[in-house]
């Protein structure tokens, strides 16, 4: 009885470890088809306490009508089954949300958000049982009930603590999010099966014996890859932070993220002006006064480097500049050295947080490109007047930082908020629309500019015969978007207030509603 009661804790704690796990992968699941929001964060916690609440309801009944040992790992034996097939069970529906994302179908997304959630209630309800039917087995009289409710619900907490860092640094990364899922049912359903044995009902563990069977076969044939039809894919793969595609599309090679429409990189062996927010960032220097020589720009830093499209932009007009290109996904850096030719001897790749990276630099940089945006949200450290702050610390007394924003088609609401945040730094800014794009560039400069710099630089350049191509034809996209400043200041990003994802939350949602995709048609 003792050897049952110490196995019954070693459950416990896979219980709890599974539990977390779940949680966490569930996030990753999600996350690739509607973002790592706060609200959907909210929503996944919320509604796993809610289970895990009539779970605990639910086994705190059962556990009285059948207090046996039995019961209790056939429940968990159970609730490993559900586990498993979450990800067989969700590929329908995220197939589903995947194609309404590039319809953009908020309802469709909104509906399928749910249904996969529902998904969950069978598997965590099934867990939150184990801590009431562990209490009620092990207590044997009222005297020792406080302190083993208490050791159960420590050794189901320190599991949970396990079960939050496996998933993300561990399994996610070395096989993805639907092999594990597969695992943690695996291992679930060992213990189970392991304790039917223990407890010597042989004809219990027979009858249980098909489950080992349906986890083989998923593990065999159950493993989705991508869940769309995708036409040109020769590379996927999983991170801890992003779902990675790697796509030939005619021509030109594209870096899409999270089953997203936006391609964060672009190669073509011989195109380098892809109309998009990369190749404007050489326009960053002019803005100082003239002349600005090509070759005296000698450094920079991209913070959101991805496959290195920005960087290959920048070595093809400034011939001696050295670039140290920050990317914290370093499976995002793999990918860009084996398929965007990211090998250029002169960038310096760190794998790492913007900010974090930034801050604990001892350089300075003649431009600092921040492309670290991901729509739909943001990361909102780095929207503020303290990480704008440190941005011009690492910038020289000519440096222009510029920075990548999206918008709607008429709601600039995002655009002037990090106008009136950067304008709390930096003397000079402007606004330049990408044409054909829902992307603005902000410039703004260390030492205070007019746009007659800007102007005149592009006439020196124009009279230089050796000046390239590309640059001048980056220059005039840039001058001919340029937008007029906000009047008013607006609002203003700092560490403590930054409602970056409510801003972008209702820019996409007004673009949805007021039919804006037909300007996507």
Do not use: C
């Not at 069970?89 to 994302?101: E, G, K, M, V, Y």
């Not at 958000?113 to 867990?127: K, R």
């Not at 310096?348 to 949200?377: C, F, H, M, T």
């Not at 999206?406 to 600039?412: K, L, N």
């Amino acid at each position: 009885m003792m050897r049952m009661r110490r196995y019954v804790y070693v459950v416990v704690f896979i219980s709890g470890l599974a539990s977390l796990a779940v949680e966490m992968s569930a996030s990753r699941l999600l996350g690739n088809y509607f973002g790592t929001s706060n609200l959907v964060w909210a929503s996944i916690i919320g509604l796993i306490l809610i289970y895990l609440t009539a779970g605990y309801f639910i086994g705190g009944a059962w556990a009285d009508r059948s207090p046996r040992y039995l019961t209790f790992f056939g429940v968990l034996a159970w609730s490993s089954l559900a586990i498993a097939l979450i990800p067989l069970a969700s590929r329908p529906i995220l197939r589903l949300a995947s194609t309404a994302f590039d319809n953009l179908q908020i309802g469709v997304l909104a509906g399928s958000f749910t249904a996969v959630m529902i998904l969950f209630i069978i598997p965590v309800s099934l867990l939150g049982m184990a801590s009431p039917f562990a209490i009620r087995l092990s207590i044997q009289d009222k005297e020792n009930a406080g302190k083993i409710s208490g050791r159960i619900y420590a050794i189901s907490t320190l599991g949970s603590f396990i079960g939050t860092f496996l998933p993300v640094l561990v399994l996610i990364p070395l096989i993805g999010t639907y092999r594990t899922f597969l695992v943690i049912s695996t291992v679930l359903m060992t213990f189970s099966l392991i304790g039917i044995y223990l407890d010597g009902r042989w004809k219990w563990l027979v009858r249980y014996a098909w489950m080992p069977l349906v986890l083989i076969a998923l593990f065999l044939w159950g493993t989705p890859g991508s869940d769309k039809s995708t036409q040109g894919l020769i590379f996927e793969g999983e991170s801890a932070y992003n779902y990675i595609q790697v796509l030939d599309e005619d021509d030109f090679r594209l870096l899409r993220l999270n089953e997203g429409q936006g391609v964060h990189s672009i190669y073509h062996p011989t195109i380098l002006n892809f109309n998009g927010p990369w190749e404007q960032v050489m326009s960053a220097p002019f803005f100082n006064p003239a002349p600005v020589e090509p070759a005296s720009i000698k450094s920079a830093a991209i913070i959101g480097l991805a496959a290195g499209t920005t960087s290959r932009e920048l070595f093809a007009v400034f011939p001696h500049v050295k670039i140290d290109g920050v990317e914290i996904d370093p499976l995002i850096v793999d990918v860009g050295k084996r398929y965007f030719h990211m090998e250029n001897p002169n960038l310096n790749v760190i794998v790492q947080d913007g900010r974090w990276a930034l801050e604990r630099s001892a350089e300075k940089y003649q431009v600092v490109s921040i492309d670290a945006y991901r729509p739909p949200y943001i990361p909102w450290h780095m929207t503020t007047v303290e990480f704008f702050q440190s941005v011009r610390a690492h910038l020289t007394e000519d440096g222009v930082m510029v920075i990548n924003i999206g918008r709607g088609p008429t709601d600039r609401r995002l655009v002037d908020a990090l106008a009136a945040t950067i304008r709390q730094v930096f003397p000079s800014i402007y606004i330049s629309d990408i044409s054909g794009s829902f992307n603005t560039l902000l410039f703004a400069t260390v030492q205070k500019t007019s746009l007659e710099n800007y102007l005149a630089n592009y006439v020196h350049l124009m009279e230089n015969p050796n000046t390239p191509p590309l640059l001048l034809e980056v220059l005039a996209a840039t001058y001919e978007g340029l937008q007029p400043l906000p009047e008013d200041e607006g609002l203003v990003f700092t560490d403590d207030h930054a409602p970056v994802e409510q801003i972008t939350n209702s820019i996409v949602l007004n673009f949805l509603f007021s039919g804006g995709t037909k300007n996507l048609e």
